[in-house]
């Protein structure tokens, strides 16, 4: 590699080049000192700043639609309160402080009222800490954190990006995205995908690279200093595949290739490629932002609109998985030492019945809507009795099937009695691997882990597939595995009965799987099982 090079883990194709835009780094806490020399002066800086921040939202505002408009016009108010500006004014004569340490502790004391307060206020927390650092970075003159306005088509570099700034990326202005941190199945990772957006994850040394301008390949994970006069290169899509759009092998063994969706554009881009269903509609996605739990019939819309491309097809909809990396403002518990295992997915709904139950009430109305043929699933369960549970409440509902997602590896081991206890799974391979393997699937220094090649993973995916030939109910595969044409044989080969992945991949993994037997993508199992390490076992399968 030349000193002009560096590279990371690709994961989501396209090559793509362009000047480079640095998503900021949260602030630090501002320092208490020195001490103004003219107290009444820094004190009268402030709410200049305030206001600054105040227009710059509002403007943002006005030319935004929808939640997101709303959005910026509240956390704008937020900005112009003249509570927390006169209160950060009174600190600075009192304490002998900058105006920046005065704002921070005045917000300071506004979110730990809220958090005592609990609750809806308790929620407020996250957004006065946005506007506080918005008006420090304004009185420090840097870039307030998050990811800058775009003017120009651009390669956005970050340490890392929380699915919630992903989700608000706009591919006609970002050209490419790479990252420090961040592993093949991270949230960040699955939306860049969604969003057709070719990205690089895990790149060492990337952020002390210092080059103006990138080219990102998100096919091999080569990145590559540019010359910054040089025109921006936008991404071409990947080549077209011969595909009749029927889920199936050579010999017509039924395998369904399905769509992973979370917004009504992703799901007209899987209707449009071809896809047969929906073998995953993460729920939460719709609510990232949201500081409320959204009612029935706002729950009813939202779903509806993403079901719609597919009247009379199957869709899977899955309970919202809220927790971990993809926390929601009005569901995710206070702060636990390991988010990933803690009270996430389902666990969210045992503590909160009714909440789930209201989405239950919402997909049953929005299956009425929109003619698809819904299925619900819930995310994150570890045993049959957890499985019983949740399919009891979906029945009572009034929707027809129950499933759940195989993404434990206690739940794997004992697929045939979760079987049981509902009428299909689907294996989210993307957290069986990273519980599996205990490796953080955001986490760059162990993405290798995360490689869905691993013989560790393929052998627990296995034993559903031989609980659902013993149980003769459907297991499908809804994780990022099910979107690499070669695995997706390997998968049907041990049998899998449906592949769902993002819309991009839909027609390769359809054209391949249609290139062979039952009997191929067996003796390719069969080999890559067997093998002992992940780069054995995807050379074994292409071999056999
Ligand atoms: C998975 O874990 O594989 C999965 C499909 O769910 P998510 O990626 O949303 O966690
Ligand atoms: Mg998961």
């Keep these: 590699m030349s000193d002009a090079q560096l590279s990371g883990v ?14 900021t780094e949260p602030l630090g806490e501002p320092a208490s000192t020195p001490a103004p020399d003219d107290l009444h002066a820094e004190a009268a800086r402030i709410a200049p700043a305030a206001q600054a921040v105040v227009s710059r939202l509002e403007a943002k505002a006005e030319a935004a639609t929808g939640d997101a408009a ?30 920046a340490r005065a704002v921070y502790e005045a917000a300071g004391s506004f979110t730990h009222a809220l958090a ?5 206020m308790a929620e407020r927390v996250r957004d006065i800490e946005d506007v506080r650092d918005r008006i420090i970075a304004e009185l420090l003159g840097v870039e ?20 919630a700034d992903t989700a608000g990326l706009d591919p006609a202005l970002v050209l490419a995205l790479a990252t420090e941190e961040g592993g093949p199945t991270s949230h960040t990772a699955i939306l860049a995908r969604s969003l057709g957006i070719p990205a690089v994850v895990a790149v060492r040394g990337l952020l002390s690279f210092g080059a103006k301008a990138l080219a990102v390949d998100g096919d091999t994970g080569a990145i590559e200093e540019v010359d910054p006069g040089a025109p921006a290169v936008a991404a071409v899509s990947a080549g077209a595949f011969d595909w009749d759009g029927a889920g199936r092998t050579s010999d017509g063994h039924l395998v369904k290739v399905l769509g ?18 929906v073998g995953l509609f993460r729920t939460e996605f719709c609510y990232l932002d949201a500081a409320d739990e959204p009612s029935v019939e706002e729950q009813r819309a939202a779903y509806a609109a993403v079901l719609e491309p597919f009247r009379g097809k199957p869709v899977i909809v899955r309970t919202l998985d809220a927790g971990a990396d993809k926390p929601l403002a009005f569901l995710s518990p206070e702060a636990e030492p390991n988010p990933a295992l803690g009270v996430r997915g389902v666990r969210v709904a045992f503590d909160r019945p009714d909440v789930l139950d209201r989405q239950l009430e919402a997909i049953a109305g929005a299956a009425a809507d929109s003619g698809a043929d819904v299925s ?19 029945r009572a509902a009034g929707v027809a099937r129950a499933g759940v997602m195989i993404e434990i590896p206690a739940a794997a081991l004992t697929a045939t009695e979760v079987l049981d206890a509902v009428d299909f799974v689907s294996v989210g391979t ?50 990022e595995a099910a979107a690499d044409p070669l695995l997706a044989r390997v998968l049907t080969g041990v049998g899998v009965t449906s592949l769902s992945m993002n819309a991009a991949s839909v027609r390769a993994v359809g054209a391949t799987l249609a290139g062979a037997s039952l009997a191929d993508c067996e003796r390719a199992a069969q080999a890559a099982l067997g093998a002992p390490t992940a780069a054995a076992a995807r050379t074994a399968a292409k071999d056999a």
């Excluded at 690709?10 to 998503?23: E, F, I, Q, T």
């Excluded at 937020?78 to 900058?98: C, F, H, K, R």
């Excluded at 045993?383 to 979906?394: G, I, L, N, P």
């Design 430 to 479: 993307n957290d069986l691997a990273q519980y599996t393997f205990a490796a953080d699937r955001q986490l760059g220094a162990v993405a290798k882990l995360n490689d869905p090649w691993q013989p560790g993973l393929l052998r627990l995916i296995a034993l559903i597939g031989d609980a659902a030939r013993e149980t003769g109910k459907p297991a499908g595969v809804c994780g």
């Design 376 to 394: 619900v699933m819930a995310p994150m369960v570890a045993t049959a009795e957890e499985a019983s549970w949740f399919a009891d409440r979906v």
């Design 260 to 277: 992973n969706v979370g917004a009504p554009p992703d799901a007209h881009a899987a209707a449009e490629a071809g896809a047969e269903g």
């Design 144 to 163: 307030p954190p998050g990811v800058p306005e775009l003017e120009r088509p651009s390669v956005l570099v970050a340490r890392d990006l929380a699915p």
């Design 70 to 99: 709303t959005i910026l016009s509240t956390t704008a108010a937020m900005a112009g309160d003249p509570a927390l500006v006169s209160q950060a004014e009174q600190l600075v004569t009192a304490q002998n402080i900058p105006a």
């Design 116 to 120: 005592t307060a609990g609750g809806y």
């Design 10 to 23: 690709a994961v989501s194709p396209g090559r793509a080049s362009g000047p480079v835009v640095r998503v």
